[in-house]
């Protein structure tokens, strides 16, 4: 390094120190003789110190969604006055005669009744959110201006209780019961894709208050859908400009990727890698993606299914084993689309999106900047996969 940068470097450091800018900046290179203003500046802070992403405010480009992510790690020191969360103790029963999922039991309007089911159990929803027999019709054309358009949508949503017990989430399930969940998503698959008017099939989980789960009974949900949704259009976009443009597919490099880096990894199995992924937005958001390069359930054999399964429960049950707490969450799982077209880009995985930041009380609101601008957080990807990486898998109310 020669003695005029070392020079340089010094007069930097002395001008960061002293919070120098604008007029005293001038004031301070006129002084000492740094010529070019903004542009040594710029050289001689850049000499001073190397971007680190564990430490300084970046922002992480998302390939699936073509979004950026603004990340603040120095940020996660602040201290926290806002609001908490009441997390009430668990004492839910294993059978209660008033829970409307349970086995036996009406259901919510005293109308339908459940079966004595043993294990998993799938219905129509009650309340579905699509409907098989909506009428079809339209209001506005896009293309002519129009600012008020509609379109006329079918489709069919389930129910999937996970298991008749009502204190029994997957993290505490038996394993093989575990599997049985997933042999019920792929079942219900199946049988949906087949329905003509069917072009997509959404399985997802909401655990807990917090998540906006209506009922305590552990269970998920199916939204199949007459049109490809938003979201999972562009993704499907994504995937196929990087695999035409870079002969290899996105997830498939990915994990391979991630298997070489190491740091973001959470746990993995034979046929499925969790990681925290680089680009998270949520704290301890994490991602379960098929080593190999899958599109669906369908296509799935035994073993992926188990393993599928393995994962599954051994990711939840460090989620629960982080607070202490039965751990509130999204899931969902990214399916290729039942349109009858061919979708090679496809590649499956899930996603978790959990919302608690420092413990069980205090989670992430997604408000200001990241409504109106793009999505922030402070807690690097790498951070909170060291914490949920070093976490064991039998979980703390077993101990």
Same mark, same amino acid.
């Given at each position: 390094?020669?003695?005029?940068? /070392?020079?340089?470097?010094e007069?930097g450091?002395? $001008? *960061?120190r #002293?919070y120098?800018?604008?007029?005293?900046?001038?004031?301070f290179?006129?002084?000492w003789?740094v010529?070019g203003?903004?542009?040594?500046?710029? %050289?001689?802070?850049?000499a001073?110190?190397?971007?680190e992403y564990? %430490?300084h405010? #970046?922002?992480?480009?998302?390939?699936?969604?073509?979004e &950026?992510?603004?990340?603040?790690?120095h940020? $996660?020191?602040?201290p &926290?006055?806002?609001?908490t969360?009441?997390?009430?103790?668990?004492?839910?029963?294993?059978?209660?005669?008033n829970?409307?999922l349970?086995p036996?039991n009406f *259901?919510?309007?005293?109308k339908?009744? @459940?079966p004595?089911? $043993?294990?998993?159990?799938v219905?129509?929803?009650?309340?579905m959110?699509?409907?098989?027999d909506t009428?079809?019709?339209s209001v506005?054309?896009?293309?002519?201006?129009?600012?008020?358009v509609? *379109?006329?949508?079918?489709?069919r949503?389930?129910?999937?209780?996970?298991?008749?017990?009502l204190?029994?989430t /997957?993290?505490?399930m038996?394993?093989?019961?575990?599997?049985k969940v997933?042999?019920? &998503?792929?079942?219900?698959f199946?049988r949906?894709?087949?329905e003509?008017y069917?072009?997509y099939?959404?399985?997802?989980?909401?655990?807990g208050?917090?998540?906006?789960?209506s009922n305590?009974?552990?269970?998920?949900?199916i &939204?199949?859908?007459?049109f490809?949704?938003?979201?999972?259009e562009k993704e499907?976009?994504n995937?196929?400009?990087?695999?035409?443009?870079?002969?290899?597919g996105m997830?498939?490099?990915?994990?391979?990727?991630?298997?070489?880096?190491?740091?973001?990894?959470v746990?993995? @199995?034979?046929?499925?890698?969790c990681v925290?992924?680089?680009w998270a937005?949520?704290?301890?958001?994490t991602?379960?993606?098929?080593?190999?390069k899958?599109a669906s359930?369908?296509?799935?054999?035994?073993?992926?299914?188990?393993?599928?399964?393995?994962?599954?429960?051994? /990711?939840?049950?460090?989620?629960? @084993?982080l607070?202490?707490?039965?751990?509130?969450?999204?899931?969902?799982?990214?399916?290729?689309?039942?349109? =009858?077209?061919?979708h090679?880009?496809? #590649?499956?995985?899930?996603?978790?999106y959990?919302?608690?930041l420092?413990?069980?009380?205090?989670?992430?609101f997604?408000? =200001?900047?990241?409504?109106l601008?793009?999505g922030?957080?402070?807690?690097? $990807? %790498?951070?909170a996969?060291?914490?949920l *990486? @070093?976490l064991?898998?039998?979980?703390?109310?077993k101990?």
């Amino acid at each position: 390094m020669s003695k005029s940068l /070392i020079s340089a470097i010094e007069r930097g450091i002395f $001008a *960061r120190r #002293h919070y120098l800018s604008g007029s005293n900046l001038t004031s301070f290179t006129e002084r000492w003789g740094v010529r070019g203003s903004t542009s040594c500046e710029s %050289e001689v802070l850049m000499a001073e110190s190397e971007f680190e992403y564990s %430490e300084h405010p #970046h922002r992480r480009y998302n390939p699936l969604r073509g979004e &950026w992510i603004l990340c603040s790690p120095h940020r $996660a020191k602040r201290p &926290w006055q806002g609001a908490t969360e009441e997390i009430p103790p668990d004492t839910r029963p294993e059978y209660d005669p008033n829970d409307y999922l349970g086995p036996g039991n009406f *259901r919510s309007g005293g109308k339908a009744q @459940n079966p004595n089911y $043993a294990d998993t159990f799938v219905f129509d929803n009650d309340f579905m959110a699509l409907l098989p027999d909506t009428p079809d019709g339209s209001v506005g054309e896009i293309d002519k201006g129009d600012l008020f358009v509609a *379109r006329a949508v079918k489709g069919r949503c389930r129910v999937v209780c996970f298991s008749p017990k009502l204190n029994l989430t /997957i993290p505490e399930m038996e394993r093989e019961d575990v599997v049985k969940v997933v042999h019920a &998503w792929t079942e219900e698959f199946l049988r949906l894709e087949k329905e003509p008017y069917i072009n997509y099939v959404q399985i997802f989980e909401n655990k807990g208050e917090m998540m906006g789960c209506s009922n305590p009974h552990p269970h998920g949900q199916i &939204w199949s859908s007459g049109f490809i949704p938003a979201e999972v259009e562009k993704e499907l976009e994504n995937l196929k400009a990087y695999e035409e443009k870079h002969e290899v597919g996105m997830l498939e490099k990915y994990v391979q990727d991630e298997l070489t880096k190491k740091e973001r990894i959470v746990c993995q @199995n034979d046929s499925f890698l969790c990681v925290v992924p680089f680009w998270a937005l949520w704290p301890f958001e994490t991602m379960v993606i098929s080593k190999e390069k899958v599109a669906s359930l369908a296509e799935m054999s035994e073993r992926m299914k188990e393993d599928l399964a393995d994962i599954y429960q051994r /990711i939840t049950c460090r989620y629960d @084993n982080l607070f202490k707490t039965s751990f509130p969450y999204s899931m969902g799982l990214k399916q290729r689309p039942t349109d =009858g077209n061919s979708h090679p880009y496809s #590649h499956f995985y899930m996603s978790f999106y959990p919302p608690l930041l420092r413990s069980a009380t205090v989670k992430k609101f997604m408000v =200001g900047f990241e409504l109106l601008c793009e999505g922030q957080r402070d807690l690097t $990807a %790498e951070q909170a996969a060291e914490r949920l *990486r @070093n976490l064991d898998e039998v979980h703390y109310r077993k101990k």
